[in-house]
Structures are given as structure tokens and as C-alpha cells.
T-cell receptor, first 117, second 117 residues
Framework: AQSVTQLDSQVPVFEEAPVELRCNYS??????LFWYVQYPNQGLQLLLK??????LVESINGFEAEFNKSQTSFHLRKPSVHISDTAEYFC???????????????FGKGTKLSVIP | GAGVSQTPSNKVTEKGKYVELRCDPI?????LYWYRQSLGQGPEFLIY????????DSGLPNDRFFAVRPEGSVSTLKIQRTERGDSAVYLC???????????????FGEGSRLTVL
């Protein structure tokens, strides 16, 4: 079984300031890692993912996340946030193996990012 | 439609009543998923369909919950004898294939908010 911990339930940050949203996971098997974002009144949408290769992955809107296997972390960062980044962010994992439970995403509880003008 | 559509968007019912929640996936998507998001929690897996069949229903909490997808498109989540603890947002997602869902290419609807009084 897998578990995901997002330590910060709410993160307020001023516009143009940097932000880091933390995610740690626990799993007995190798996993793929994801960040999903939910803007107000919208469904969850994929922000970025780590499947293999370079441990640093980027989104089209300036977010990046780095997979750290030794620390079992996948923290999300942005050097300068915008008002439009205000949303709830969910970290999630799924087992790499194909088999029982391998189609189930395990989500963290989410972090609400509020960007202050 | 362009995205995953869920109806109703809001449902208020009384304890003990029967409820149906509908999901209309993106046209052509063969895999369909139901998740439940309780207040303050991340989404939790309920069931996954590949075509018409439930490939993994291990997340259904008990036998009051049942889901169908008779023609491999629209799915209905059915909850019998509702309890106050069933109050949550029920999320539906679809993916082109099951394998693409495992690599994060999931498209979520906006959810159906169920309140059991």
C-alpha cells in the first residue's frame, strides 16, 4: 500500500514570491509521482509527473518538482507565483508494477495555495 | 462533450434514501474511475472500469455502494440506504486507455457533491 503526506494544508504567499509545496510518500514498491491542481470550480487536472529519467520535471506554467528517492519526496516549487496560481494542489502516486491495485491513484490531503496581491 | 460531465452537481438527501450519481466520460475513453473526496481529505479510489466491466472495485467501502457502466460509456454510481458518513464529493475521471490513466493522463469531472442529512 502507498501513502502520501502533504504537511501544509494551507500556504499563503505574496504575488511574485517563491513557493514550495511539500510532498512525501511511503511505498514498499516503486511508484510514479504526480501533482494535480484544482482551480476554483474546476475539476482536478494534471500539473506534472515523474515517470522515469531526469528527476527534475517541469510544467508549462513555471512549476517544477524534483523526485528525491532517498528522501521519498516530490516537492513542488515555483520561483515567482501569480494570482492565477491560487488553487488546491494534490500530490499523488501510483505503483509502477502492473497488477492488483495498480490503477489506483493514492492522493495526499491537498495544499491550498493562496496568492496575495 | 469536451470534458467529463457529472450530474447532479449537488445532491441533498435524507439518511436512508437511495442515490444515483451519473458520469459521462470523454467520448472514446475506455477507462473510467470513481473517487470520493471527503471534507479535508484527498480523493480516495472507489472503482475502475475497463470497458463495461469493473476491473477493480476494491475501494468500494461496503455493499451499499455499487457502480455500473452497461454500454462502456456512461457510468452510474449507486448508493443504497445512505448514511451521513457518505457525504462527500464524488469524482469521476476517464482516460483513453487504462495504461494512459496509470501515467497520469486522467481527466476529472467537477464532481457531484452529496450531502446526507
Amino acid at each position: 500500500a502507498q501513502s502520501v503526506t502533504q504537511l501544509d494544508s494551507q500556504v499563503p504567499v505574496f504575488e511574485e514570491a517563491p513557493v514550495e509545496l511539500r510532498c512525501n510518500y511511503s511505498s514498499s514498491v516503486s511508484v510514479y509521482l504526480f501533482w494535480y491542481v484544482q482551480y476554483p470550480n474546476q475539476g482536478l487536472q494534471l500539473l506534472l509527473k515523474y515517470l522515469s529519467g531526469s528527476t527534475l520535471v517541469e510544467s508549462i506554467n513555471g512549476f517544477e518538482a524534483e523526485f528525491n528517492k532517498s528522501q521519498t519526496s516530490f516537492h513542488l516549487r515555483k520561483p515567482s507565483v501569480h494570482i492565477s496560481d491560487t488553487a488546491e494542489y494534490f500530490c499523488a502516486v501510483i505503483p509502477i508494477y502492473s497488477g492488483a491495485g495498480s490503477y489506483q491513484l493514492t492522493f495526499g490531503k491537498g495544499t491550498k495555495l493562496s496568492v496575495i496581491p | 462533450g469536451a470534458g467529463v460531465s457529472q450530474t447532479p452537481s449537488n445532491k441533498v438527501t435524507e439518511k436512508g434514501k437511495y442515490v444515483e450519481l451519473r458520469c459521462d466520460p470523454i467520448s472514446g475513453h475506455t477507462a473510467l474511475y470513481w473517487y470520493r473526496q471527503s471534507l479535508g481529505q484527498g480523493p480516495e479510489f472507489l472503482i475502475y472500469f475497463q470497458g463495461t466491466g469493473a476491473a477493480d472495485d476494491s475501494g468500494l467501502p461496503n455493499d451499499r455502494f455499487f457502480a455500473v457502466r452497461p454500454e462502456g460509456s456512461v457510468s452510474t454510481l449507486k448508493i443504497q440506504r445512505t448514511e451521513r458518513g457518505d457525504s462527500a464529493v464524488y469524482l469521476c475521471a476517464s482516460s483513453l486507455m487504462a495504461t494512459s490513466g496509470r501515467t497520469g493522463e486522467l481527466f476529472f469531472g467537477e464532481g457531484s457533491r452529496l450531502t446526507v442529512l
